[in-house]
């Protein structure tokens, strides 16, 4: 089964909140932790030789594995998170770890060290306009592309532009009965005896825009990939591209 990040934070979360109920409810009982010990091993030997990408394979499959979940092990994952740029990930684990373990963790010192890194790199993601709050890159609505809209037929006047006059019926004339009870025929003020006006929903364009229901119009979509919180087309060119578009 694959996970997006997002999903996999929430599963993360709620297995570490099980294993804290366990905790507190158990106090005494120690769990054999023999299956995810090994894993663990496995990953502080991938961390010490810098391999952080395979720390984290192993670190997961503690997670996904239901084996019970060593106490040190939310410290040395998020450390592996903040070496693999998974910043919120990573502060969500060091949370975990310091409110499962407070003072007693054998990592308290080097889990405040870290908790004091991550402050860098957790507010360049809330400077950051390029990316969400979890520091993950927008990328561009491939609906839309970008431009937040779409343009469609328009349906009040079925792509005509014109609609037919209400106030003569479509035949461009009014009547009225004169004091003689003869009916006369004026001319229609409101559509000048045209019998019909321009559309009013899309005034003539035949078009309709109405916000792109893929982005919920705000253009831009999730991704799983990592901000760098560089801007790789200039602000300005887009913006003004998506001008001309919307305007062509
Ligand atoms: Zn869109
Ligand atoms: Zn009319
Ligand atoms: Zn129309
Ligand atoms: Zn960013």
Redesign the pocket.
Same mark, same amino acid.
């Given at each position: 089964m694959i996970l997006n990040p997002i999903q996999f934070s929430q599963k993360l979360i709620f297995l570490i909140s099980l294993m804290f109920c366990f905790n507190s409810a158990n106090a005494q009982v120690q769990p054999s932790l023999g299956g995810s010990s090994r894993l663990m091993n496995n990953a502080m030997k991938e961390m010490e030789n810098g391999n952080y990408e395979k720390a984290n394979i192993f670190f997961r499959q503690i997670i996904d594995s239901n084996l019970p979940i060593p106490p040190e092990m939310p410290y040395y994952f998020a450390e592996t998170l903040y070496e693999l740029k998974q910043y919120d990930n990573s502060a969500n684990f060091l949370n975990k770890y310091l409110e499962l373990n407070g003072f007693k963790g054998d990592n308290y010192e080097r889990a405040k060290a870290l908790e004091e890194l991550l402050n860098i790199p957790l507010n360049a993601i809330k400077a950051c306009e390029l990316c969400d709050r979890r520091g993950y890159r927008f990328q561009e609505c491939f609906t839309c592309e970008g431009s937040k809209h779409l343009e469609q037929d328009c349906g009040y006047c079925k792509a005509k532009g014109i609609v037919g %006059? *209400?106030?003569?019926?479509?035949?461009?004339?009014?009547t009225k009965r004169n004091v003689f009870n003869i009916i006369e025929y004026f001319e229609?003020?409101? %559509? *000048?005896?045209?019998?019909?006006?321009t559309c009013p929903t899309c005034e003539g364009s035949k078009l309709e825009t109405s916000a792109c229901r893929t982005c919920q119009g705000s253009g831009r979509l999730q991704s799983d990939k990592v901000c760098d919180h560089k801007d790789e087309n200039p602000r300005h060119l887009s913006f003004l591209f998506n001008r001309m578009k919307s305007h062509h």
């Open positions: %006059c *209400s106030k003569c019926v479509g035949s461009g004339l009014i229609c003020e409101r %559509c *000048s005896g045209q019998g019909r006006l």
